[in-house]
């Protein structure tokens, strides 16, 4: 499995991963988190992302999953996108997360493993109510 | 508009409310959150739950938001289910908390808060590369 980088703002990504693992410790080598502060300079961190997407790529590939679209995280992340390389997911939730526990054996591309995530995530947000009843 | 209250394992709730004011500080008395202790007793969060939602069900309904069907957060939040009155939505990622926003204005129930949310977040979750692509 190529690994994954939460990248938001605030301690959000860093909180996700706390859950993911205290749920999931196998995760612990697949799962990354860097969190951007509030007031930040924008060149500091892009170089900060750019070392630890070097380190990853060792590994063949990997996916960052970002807060949302057109936030900073995302902003910062998408200059990063390379084909089968480096793949970018926003909107990320724990049970974009907990997903991966069941793609570790897998060998799935970025794009694969970004698409999984995407379904994984989108499945997971539901109305209560409305699930329970169907 | 009604309030929403994220309830979550840890102190991602927490964190989801605290990234939300950072960009819309209007939110503030909208929003509220609430984080079960990894260790806790049921029973003793059940109740800080009940004490919560008494409070908030002055205001004519409300929404929590969990962190995942199945897990702790949505499993305490389910027997408060109560139609028109408490909704539950899973799956809480940053987006839909910003889709608060624009909702703010309006006149929804409970349920109908919930559906907005959950196309909010649905549609939040996108491969960046795809998305870029179309």
Known sequence: ?????????GSLALE???????ISPELEGDLEAMALPWEHEADDEKEKLRKILKRLLRRGGVVIATDM???TASNIA?????????EVVTG????????L????????SPLETAEALQKAG???IRVASTFLRN
Do not use: C, W, Y
Not at 78 to 86: A, I, M, N, W, Y
Not at 92 to 99: A, D, F, Q, V, W
């Open 69 to 71: 679209f057109g936030g």
């Open 1 to 9: 499995m190529i690994p994954i980088l939460v990248l938001t703002h």
């Open 78 to 86: 998408l200059p990063f996108l390379e084909e089968g390389k480096v």
């Open 101 to 108: 526990a069941s793609l570790r054996k897998k060998d799935l």
């Open 16 to 22: 996700l991963r706390e859950a993911a693992l205290k």
């Open 92 to 99: 990320i939730n724990l049970p974009m997360l907990m997903k």
């Open 122 to 124: 989108q499945n997971s």
